[in-house]
C-alpha cells in the first residue's frame, strides 16, 4: 500500500495538464480504480486486519484526493500566469500619434470655466436638453404670448394626435436650470449651468446646436456688484490678462430685471484679438438681477431672497481666446481640424497649473 501511495502521488506531482489528472483518478478512485479494489478486500478481511487496514485506505484516499484538488489549483495558477505574461502590454506607451484624442475646444473652456467659477464658490448644476415649455419660457417670466418664444427659433417636439397639452422644446437656453436648482436646493444658490441649447440658426457664428453656461447667485443681499465682481475676476481669469474693462449696457431680459448685457475692451490690431485694451467692444453675455416672477416660480421668496443671473454663449469665448473664425467647423468632426484646435488629453485646465497651455 505504501507503494501505491508513492505511485500516485508521483505521478500527480508530475502530470502536465488536467486530463492527466484526471486519468489518475480514475485509475486510482474510479469504480475499479486500485484503491477502490482494494477497499472492496475489505469485507473479505478478518475484524483485526479490518480495523488495521480500513483507516489507512481512507486516509491514503483522502491524501490522494487532496494531492489532486491541489494540482488541479496548481495547474490553473500556472496557466493563468501563463496567459498574464502572454497578453501583458504597457498601458504606460504612449498611444500611436495617429491614434492620439484631443480635447474638443468647447470642452477645454467648458472646464476651464468650471474651474474659474468653482473658486469663487459657483457648483455646477444640470438640467436635460428636451425641456418643457414651462421651465424654457414661462417660469422665467416669458408667457405664451411674448415676442421672446418666437425671437428664439424654438425647436418643439410634438405631441401625439389629439393630445394638445404643450409640446417639449430643444431648451433654447441654460436658463431653464436657474428653476432647477432653485426647486431643488432653494436659497441660498451660487451655481453656473454649463451645457448645450438649440436655435434653428445657421451662419459663421450661428449653430443649431450650442452651449452656454448660465451662472446664478442667490442670497439676501446680493446686488449687481457682486455680479460686475464675479464677471471681472472672470473674465481676467478666463483670458489670462491682469486687467480687464467691461462695460455694462442697459438691456432687456423678460427673466432679470434691471438687465444688462457685457461687452470687454478689445483690440483687433492685425486681425487678432486682444483683451484688454484697444478702441472696440465685444458682447460675451446676458445679465441681471433675477425677476422677483422668476424666484417666485422656483418656489423662492423674492422679499426674502434677491441674486443675480448672467448666461455666456461658451461656443463664442472659446473662439474669441483661441482664434477660432468659424463656429460651424466646431460641429463638423474633420480631424485635421481637431487636431489643430485640440487640446492635450493630459493637460487639465486648473487655477494653479495654469488654464490653457
Ligand atoms: N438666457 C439669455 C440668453 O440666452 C442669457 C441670460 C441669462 C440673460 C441670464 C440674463 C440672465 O440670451
Same mark, same amino acid.
Given at each position: 500500500?505504501?507503494?501505491?501511495?508513492?505511485?500516485?502521488?508521483?505521478?500527480?506531482a508530475?502530470?502536465?495538464?488536467?486530463?492527466?489528472?484526471?486519468?489518475?483518478?480514475?485509475?486510482?478512485?474510479?469504480?475499479?480504480?486500485?484503491? +477502490?479494489l482494494?477497499?472492496?478486500?475489505l469485507?473479505?478481511?478478518?475484524?483485526?486486519?479490518?480495523?488495521e487496514?480500513?483507516?489507512?485506505?481512507?486516509?491514503?484516499?483522502?491524501?490522494?484526493? +487532496?494531492? $489532486?484538488?491541489?494540482?488541479?489549483?496548481?495547474?490553473?495558477d500556472?496557466?493563468?500566469?501563463?496567459?498574464?505574461?502572454?497578453?501583458?502590454?504597457?498601458?504606460?506607451?504612449?498611444?500611436?500619434?495617429?491614434?492620439?484624442?484631443?480635447?474638443?475646444?468647447?470642452?477645454?473652456?467648458?472646464?476651464?470655466?468650471?474651474?474659474?467659477?468653482?473658486?469663487m464658490?459657483?457648483?455646477?448644476?444640470?438640467?436635460?436638453?428636451?425641456? +418643457?415649455d414651462?421651465?424654457n419660457?414661462?417660469?422665467?417670466?416669458?408667457?405664451?404670448h411674448?415676442?421672446?418664444?418666437?425671437? %428664439?427659433?424654438?425647436?418643439?417636439?410634438?405631441?401625439?394626435?389629439g #393630445?394638445?397639452?404643450?409640446?417639449?422644446?430643444l431648451?433654447?437656453?441654460?436658463?431653464?436650470? /436657474?428653476?432647477?436648482?432653485?426647486?431643488?436646493?432653494g436659497?441660498?444658490?451660487?451655481?453656473i449651468?454649463?451645457?448645450?441649447?438649440?436655435?434653428?440658426?445657421?451662419? /459663421?457664428?450661428?449653430?443649431?446646436?450650442?452651449?452656454?453656461?448660465?451662472? $446664478?447667485?442667490?442670497d439676501?443681499?446680493?446686488? %449687481?456688484?457682486?455680479?460686475?465682481?464675479?464677471?471681472?475676476?472672470?473674465?481676467?481669469?478666463?483670458f489670462e490678462?491682469?486687467?480687464?474693462?467691461?462695460?455694462?449696457?442697459?438691456?432687456?431680459?423678460?427673466f432679470?430685471?434691471?438687465?444688462a448685457?457685457?461687452?470687454?475692451?478689445?483690440?483687433?490690431?492685425?486681425?487678432? $484679438?486682444?483683451?484688454?485694451?484697444?478702441?472696440?467692444?465685444l458682447?460675451?453675455?446676458? +445679465?441681471?438681477?433675477?425677476?422677483?416672477?422668476?424666484l417666485?416660480?422656483?418656489?423662492?421668496?423674492?422679499?426674502?431672497?434677491?441674486?443675480?443671473?448672467?448666461? %455666456?454663449?461658451? #461656443?463664442?469665448?472659446?473662439m474669441?481666446?483661441?482664434g477660432?473664425?468659424?463656429?460651424?467647423?466646431?460641429? #463638423?468632426?474633420?480631424?485635421?481640424? $481637431?487636431?489643430?484646435?485640440?487640446?492635450?488629453?493630459? #493637460?487639465?485646465?486648473?487655477?494653479?497649473?495654469?488654464?490653457?497651455?
Open positions: 500500500m505504501s507503494d501505491l501511495r508513492e505511485t500516485y502521488l508521483k505521478a500527480i508530475g502530470a502536465g495538464d488536467e486530463a492527466t489528472l484526471e486519468a489518475l483518478r480514475v485509475q486510482a478512485l474510479g469504480k475499479k480504480g486500485e484503491i +477502490s482494494a477497499m472492496r478486500e469485507g473479505r478481511m478478518s475484524a483485526e486486519e479490518r480495523q487496514a480500513g483507516p489507512r485506505l481512507n486516509a491514503l484516499k483522502d491524501e490522494i484526493n +487532496s494531492a $489532486l484538488a491541489a494540482k488541479k489549483q496548481g495547474l490553473a500556472a496557466a493563468l500566469d501563463e496567459r498574464l505574461r502572454g497578453e501583458w502590454l504597457d498601458v504606460t506607451l504612449p498611444a500611436r500619434p495617429r491614434r492620439q484624442g484631443t480635447i474638443h475646444p468647447v470642452s477645454q473652456v467648458t472646464e476651464e470655466v468650471t474651474a474659474i467659477f468653482a473658486d464658490g459657483f457648483a455646477v448644476a444640470e438640467g436635460p436638453q428636451i425641456e +418643457s414651462w421651465y419660457f414661462d417660469a422665467l417670466n416669458i408667457p405664451g411674448h415676442p421672446a418664444r418666437a425671437e %428664439m427659433d424654438t425647436f418643439y417636439t410634438h405631441r401625439a394626435d #393630445d394638445d397639452r404643450p409640446p417639449h422644446v431648451r433654447t437656453h441654460t436658463s431653464p436650470v /436657474q428653476i432647477r436648482a432653485m426647486q431643488m436646493q436659497a441660498p444658490i451660487r451655481v449651468a454649463p451645457g448645450r441649447v438649440y436655435r434653428a440658426d445657421y451662419d /459663421q457664428t450661428h449653430t443649431p446646436m450650442f452651449h452656454q453656461v448660465e451662472g $446664478l447667485a442667490i439676501r443681499d446680493i446686488s %449687481m456688484a457682486n455680479l460686475k465682481w464675479v464677471l471681472e475676476e472672470f473674465v481676467k481669469a478666463f490678462v491682469d486687467a480687464v474693462d467691461l462695460r455694462f449696457r442697459a438691456s432687456h431680459f423678460p432679470t430685471e434691471p438687465s448685457e457685457v461687452d470687454i475692451r478689445c483690440s483687433w490690431e492685425g486681425g487678432t $484679438l486682444k483683451v484688454g485694451e484697444g478702441d472696440d467692444w458682447e460675451i453675455l446676458g +445679465s441681471g438681477m433675477v425677476h422677483p416672477h422668476v417666485r416660480a422656483g418656489g423662492i421668496d423674492p422679499e426674502q431672497w434677491q441674486g443675480f443671473a448672467f448666461g %455666456m454663449g461658451i #461656443d463664442r469665448i472659446a474669441l481666446k483661441y477660432i473664425p468659424d463656429l460651424r467647423a466646431f460641429f #463638423d468632426s474633420d480631424l485635421r481640424w $481637431l487636431r489643430h484646435y485640440g487640446f492635450s488629453a493630459l #493637460d487639465q485646465p486648473t487655477l494653479h497649473g495654469g488654464l490653457s497651455r
